[in-house]
């Protein structure tokens, strides 16, 4: 209950802090930190029965579509990314994409590239758009209402129009960022894990909208799940990165609920999954990076391994309710039992964060934000897995 409680004082710190329910400046909105804003607003919801926080949830997505749907304040350009009216854009706010929400303009066709500004430019990445849509996705279900799941749609179609391209040798890949219009690559190497986040994504987008039975054909996702899942054939996903160990950790878990609940043919993909996801986490503890002092270590991507480790019992419970519905059952239980004796590493990341000493390196101040709010996904994680 005490983690609950610290979750719901870090949302509504954030909420006045960021411009979400202080007018008196302008928001700061940035999209990941704000996809899982949205999810920790509706857990909180869930939990409480407070429909305060169902409208700071949907005030946040409104807010973003109004900043991060537009052109960045110092652009040349102004107005909507997808070029339509006000009133057309309103109705359809993700068809242009969406600005991450990076400090500085992004870099001009005609500027050198600097590997380390880069990071602070503006643009548009694949990574951040799936969580955008798996905000939405989440709204969608949490309200009942279509509209959240067919935005999440159209943003699906968008980014996957805009990043993937053939390659010389004919086969299918993905550029890292774009420009803020979607017209050119800005990084043009592919992210290691962004085909499958996008194939998980786009499966949950997908099965979400046959509830809806009024949503358009025309926001089918099948060619895009078939170009994905092409891209992520073979492919080895292993990493020691822990953000990118706990995004194939919630990866795995949205598939396995798609499995359950869907009927999806999955299962070989999560097996293969899990195990490059044991031996990401071999590589990851050999580091001993948790032993570091605090102004050593980027707290954001240790709490996107603590959400990912909350996964775990979520899909064991999950598997060993509907074990019909698995093939391998057997390697799918072994997989998953070999993982939980990382399941303390949640606990401990969690706990050394929570401390408030922790929190008052420059480490964190820094990325106060993203760190704060990816805190209190992990210690109400339902909302976000």
């Known amino acids: 209950m005490h983690h609950t409680v ?54 946040l997505v409104d807010q973003v579509h109004l900043t991060l749907g537009k052109h960045h304040r110092d652009s040349e350009y102004h107005g909507w990314l997808s070029r339509l009216d006000d009133a057309q854009a309103k109705l359809h706010p993700t068809r242009g994409g969406l600005r991450i929400g990076k400090r ?51 943003l699906a ?68 799940i078939a170009e994905l899942a092409a891209m992520c054939a073979g492919q080895n996903w ?26 999806l043919h999955e299962t ?6 899990l195990l490059d996801i044991e031996l990401s986490m071999q590589a990851y503890v050999s580091h001993n990076q948790l032993n570091l002092p605090a102004e050593y270590r980027l707290a954001f991507r240790e709490l996107g391994l603590a959400i990912g480790l909350h996964a775990i019992c979520r899909m064991q419970k999950v598997i060993e309710q509907q074990p019909e519905n698995f093939t391998h059952l057997g390697k799918l239980r072994s997989r998953l039992n070999s ?12 706990n050394f964060w929570s401390g408030a000493e922790h929190r008052a390196v420059n480490s964190w101040q820094e990325h106060a934000d993203i760190n704060n709010v990816m805190l209190a996904t992990s210690l109400a994680p339902d909302g976000y897995l």
């Open 268 to 273: 070989s993909r999560v097996e293969a999954l």
């Open 339 to 350: 993982l939980s004796r990382f399941r303390d590493l949640d606990e401990i990341i969690d």
């Open 157 to 224: 179609k968008t980014a996957h129009a805009a990043f993937t391209y053939t390659s010389a040798g004919g086969s299918k890949r993905m550029y890292w960022k774009m420009s803020v219009d979607l017209s050119r690559p800005q990084v043009a190497s592919m992210g290691q894990h962004d085909p499958l986040d996008g194939l998980a994504t786009c499966l949950r987008l997908a099965a979400t909208a046959k509830s809806f039975p009024d949503t358009p054909a025309v926001l089918s996702l099948d060619n895009e």
């Open 238 to 263: 292993i990493t020691d990165d822990p953000l990118g160990i706990g995004g194939l950790l919630s990866n795995a878990n949205t598939l396995v609920q798609l499995i359950a609940g869907h009927h």
């Open 6 to 59: 610290t979750a719901r004082s870090i949302m509504d710190d954030f909420a006045v802090s960021t411009g979400l329910t202080d007018n008196s400046f302008e928001p700061r909105r940035y999209l990941w930190t704000d996809a899982f804003a949205v999810c920790n607003y509706l857990q909180l919801y869930r939990q409480s029965g407070e429909k305060k926080l169902l409208q700071l949830a949907l005030k």
């Open 104 to 154: 500085l303009n992004e870099r001009q066709p005609d500027e050198a590239f600097d590997d380390h500004l880069e990071w602070d430019r503006d643009g548009q990445y694949f990574h951040y758009l799936t969580k955008w849509m798996h905000a939405l996705n989440r709204v969608s279900q949490v309200t009942g209402k279509s509209t959240y799941n067919e935005w999440a749609l159209e």
